[in-house]
């Protein structure tokens, strides 16, 4: 399975206020590279945070990408995976809609009316983890599934579990000419903090788009 993480950051590293408002941070060719990378795989992953923070809808905009996703013989869209524990999710949540399938991972400690409710909204819910989700099995259950490669965009605690579980292979993270301040909004990697050694990249290119610029990096695998 390949793992792509994405994200927009502030030029001070932050991915929203501390309040978890959600700020504009790229522009039009940004968001249009990442519909791209949406179109390129099977599945878009976040955390409930984002969920509970932008309400994102998960889904390739472009409809001549749809259209040449529909030829290749895929589905219209990658699936929309939502990695949340005790199913904190709204049932009105765009990830919950109809525009694409969704597959909601929980944890033991998710109660069974939140999975019968998101199951009558047609979201497939899989249990893997106690109290939290277990991410390297939840990546091995996509891959069951046929999931190949997969696009991860946040937020802060969700991508530092991916880092720390070494799941990432790629990451990409625009950076945008505003500084959002603030100890306590998200990063990059949020959570606890890396055991030694910490996780490290190699960056593979540079593109200056909107009023920022891209830094592509590859995950080195120790
Ligand atoms: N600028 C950008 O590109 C993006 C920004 N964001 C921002 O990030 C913020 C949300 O980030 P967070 O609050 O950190 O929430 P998050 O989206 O990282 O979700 C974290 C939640 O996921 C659940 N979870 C279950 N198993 C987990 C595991 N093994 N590891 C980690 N989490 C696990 C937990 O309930 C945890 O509270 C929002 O303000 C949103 O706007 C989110 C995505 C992209
Ligand atoms: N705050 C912010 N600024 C940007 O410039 C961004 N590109 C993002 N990206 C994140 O992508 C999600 C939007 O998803 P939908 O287009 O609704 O599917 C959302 O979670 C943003 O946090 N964020």
């Known amino acids: 399975m390949e793992v792509i993480v994405n994200v927009a950051m502030s030029a001070d590293g932050k ?3 501390p309040e978890r408002e959600q700020i504009r941070i790229s522009g039009p060719e940004d968001f249009d590279r990442v519909d791209a990378i949406r179109a390129e795989v099977d599945a878009v992953a976040v955390g409930v945070g984002t969920v509970l923070a932008d309400d994102p809808s998960l889904t390739v905009d ?4 749809i259209d040449e996703r529909r030829a290749c013989g895929e589905s219209a869209q990658p699936t929309r995976v939502v990695v949340d524990s005790r199913l904190r999710t709204p049932t009105d949540a765009q990830v919950l809609d109809d525009a694409a399938d969704t597959v909601v991972f929980a944890s033991a400690a998710a109660p069974a009316d939140r999975i019968a409710a998101f199951e ?12 939290r989700v277990d991410l390297p099995a939840a990546v091995d259950a996509l891959g069951d599934r046929g999931v190949d490669a997969m696009l991860i965009e946040g937020g802060g605690e969700l991508l530092a579990s991916v880092f720390a579980t070494g799941l990432a292979d790629r990451v990409s993270t625009f950076v945008g000419p505003l500084l959002l301040g603030g100890r306590e909004a998200p990063t990059l990697a949020d959570g606890p903090g890396f055991d030694r050694p910490f996780p490290e990249l190699a960056l593979d290119g540079i593109d200056r788009l909107d009023d920022g610029v ?5 995950v080195l695998k120790t």
């Open 120 to 131: 009558q909204r047609g979201a497939t819910v899989i249990v893997r983890g106690d109290s």
């Open 62 to 65: 472009d409809p001549d990408r």
């Open 214 to 218: 891209v830094l592509y990096w590859s």
């Open 15 to 17: 991915l929203a206020t």
